[in-house]
């Protein structure tokens, strides 16, 4: 539903910004040091600290997390609204739910946000549930949640390693590159 721009953007080019280091380290800090923050073990706070740490910086935590908040908002432009109004075509059938790898930082506030939630059934963020999207019982949690059984369901997303892990335990995942490619499959 959004654009971030490629594979491994977003975070890491937020960080690069914090730290002032290149997206290459960046990119390498947050593939290294983001699973526990994305399974809410560690706040934004205590893994910024932690990274300032690593990196011998003295960027002060509270406005780093300040920064990484204004960098992270959803911005109109992208969003995939063509995708957002398909959801509704979708929804006249079945039951859609939004399964999100994320990172606690109020996104919860902003009203673009909530205007790209209320086309779902539901929203679980790996943040709040304790799992990412890679592991398998980040989808078990889901199938429980909505009372589901993975032959009833199809994930859809962007990242191939998403779509191994839901094949994995019996979901039909399908690999989105378009709108049309998605309509077809």
């Known amino acids: 539903l959004m654009d971030l721009g490629g594979k491994y953007t977003g975070n890491p080019v937020n960080l690069a910004q914090i730290f002032n280091i290149s997206e290459e380290k960046a990119t ?3 593939k290294e040091n983001k ?3 994305l ?3 560690e706040t934004p706070k205590e893994f910024l600290a932690r990274i300032s740490k690593s990196l011998k910086s003295s960027v002060d935590v509270n406005e780093s997390y300040e920064v990484w908040k204004k960098l992270n908002r ?5 969003v995939n609204w063509e995708l957002l109004d398909y959801t509704k075509l979708l929804r006249r059938k079945y039951k859609i739910y939004i399964l999100t790898d994320t990172v606690d930082l109020d996104d919860e506030t902003s009203e673009l946000f909530n ?7 539901g929203i679980y963020e790996s943040f709040k549930t304790g799992f990412k999207k890679t592991d398998e019982e980040a ?3 889901l199938l429980k949640r909505i009372n589901a059984k993975p032959e009833e369901c199809i994930v859809i997303d962007d990242f191939q390693e998403n779509i191994d892990a839901v094949n994995e335990i019996g979901i039909k995942g399908v690999l989105y590159t378009t709108l049309d490619q998605l309509k077809k499959d």
């Open 28 to 30: 390498e800090i947050w």
């Open 35 to 37: 699973e526990r923050l």
């Open 39 to 41: 399974i809410g073990k």
């Open 74 to 78: 959803i911005e109109k432009h992208r």
């Open 115 to 121: 205007l790209i939630v209320e086309h779902f059934d």
């Open 139 to 141: 989808f078990l949690h």
